[in-house]
């Protein structure tokens, strides 16, 4: 196992103290080295090719080698950047990547995680970045003579991680509760309440996880549900995809780390569809599956925003208070409708993972 603190001494040493990215579950003790590092030295981006885009800018401003981090499912959201920007036939501009390496083929993982996993090496060898997996304190000595070549021909260099590599730190990232609904009663009186026909798309992370939990645990057969494994940012379209061909009430059950991922889209949702389509955003303010940074929505005017994006009405949900007839308006309302339910972080110990993914498909196709 790899101490964080070997890692960051190697970015040290080549002045590298500017670090962006989006949380992963496997750079974990990252996000906590991270955690109290000021403001201008570390900003959460909303996915990863605002990252590398951030990054690239404080080159420009700096001449300093800035330090990319993400996991490797969300190294296609920063290929144009890279590819475009960073390149070195284009700009050449030296970016560290760090990168969690899930689906590696030495382990076993979720199999949305394995395509990806098998081809990530592949893909950094077909952008020509040089790089290493992180395995052991040799392994760190190969990259920090990458990272010197990187600075010196003004390229591009990232490192591997797998699950496990990096020793747990004794400090850990405090997931505060910014709000106090209990998400397990939310699901409970939506699974309650909802038509037997109506189609549900939840949101990777812990959303679906907990949706499937709910279900199973008190054998809710109403409605049918697609589970988004992967794919952060891309509920919302999927759900509206759906809406498009169909009569049925759809419901989009979208996470607030998700919902800022890929923000534009929910401006499509809000001008093309129809009142069948109802989203629901699970708004806790933390990027709850994978440490518990930020995601700062709490501070957007949801209900202002979603009226100028073109849904119709907006209905919030704060606490228990009331919590079955304000769903129950929501459901039931004949305008495109934008629900915010602010819920506390996710209780429910050992949730289960979607595994037989073909089966879930083919049933919520029935």
């Known amino acids: 196992m790899i101490k964080i603190s070997s890692l960051i001494n190697i970015l040290k040493k080549n002045n590298s103290n500017f670090f962006t990215g989006v949380p992963d579950s496997v750079l974990k003790e990252l996000s906590v080295f991270l955690q109290n590092k000021k403001k201008k030295t570390h900003i959460i981006a909303t996915n990863e090719g605002s990252a590398v885009s951030i990054g690239i800018g404080h080159y420009l401003s700096t001449k300093k080698i800035p330090c990319v981090y993400m996991q490797n499912s969300g190294l296609s959201n ?36 394995n395509v990806k996993g098998k081809i990530t090496e592949k893909i950094l060898k077909l952008l020509n970045i040089k790089y290493t997996i992180i395995r052991s304190n040799k392994d760190l000595k190969k990259f920090d003579k990458q990272i010197k070549i990187a600075k010196k021909n003004k390229s591009i260099v990232a490192c591997l991680i797998e699950n496990g590599t990096l020793e747990k730190s004794k400090k850990i990232i405090k997931k505060k509760d910014y709000f106090n609904l209990d998400k397990e009663l939310f699901f409970k009186t939506l699974l309650e309440n909802i038509k037997s026909n109506t189609k549900i798309i939840s949101s990777t992370g812990f959303n679906s996880r907990e949706l499937m939990y709910i279900r199973q645990k008190y054998n809710y057969k109403k409605s049918k549900d697609f589970y988004m494994v992967g794919g952060m940012g891309h509920t919302s379209s999927v759900a509206f995809g759906y809406s498009l061909q169909s009569k049925k009430k759809i419901i989009c059950i979208d996470g607030d780390g998700s919902f800022l991922m890929h923000l534009g889209a929910i401006k499509t949702l809000g001008t093309f569809a129809e009142k069948n389509l109802k989203y629901i955003l699970l708004n806790n303010n933390i990027h709850d599956s994978v440490g518990g940074q930020s995601t700062y929505t709490k501070n957007i005017d949801l209900k202002n925003f979603s009226k100028s994006l073109g849904f119709r009405k907006f209905f919030v949900i704060k606490n228990k208070k009331n919590l079955k007839i304000n769903l129950n308006n929501f459901i039931n309302s004949r305008n495109l409708s934008f629900l915010e339910v602010r819920v506390s972080n996710n209780k429910i110990k050992k949730l289960p993972r979607p595994k037989d993914l073909i089966q879930i498909k083919s049933q919520f196709m029935k």
Request: hydrophobic share 40%.
């Open 78 to 113: 920063a290929l144009n950047p890279l590819i475009s920007i960073a390149h070195h036939k284009v700009y050449s501009i030296p970016l560290i990547l760090i990168i969690g390496w899930r689906g590696s083929p030495r382990l076993k993982d979720e199999p949305q995680h």
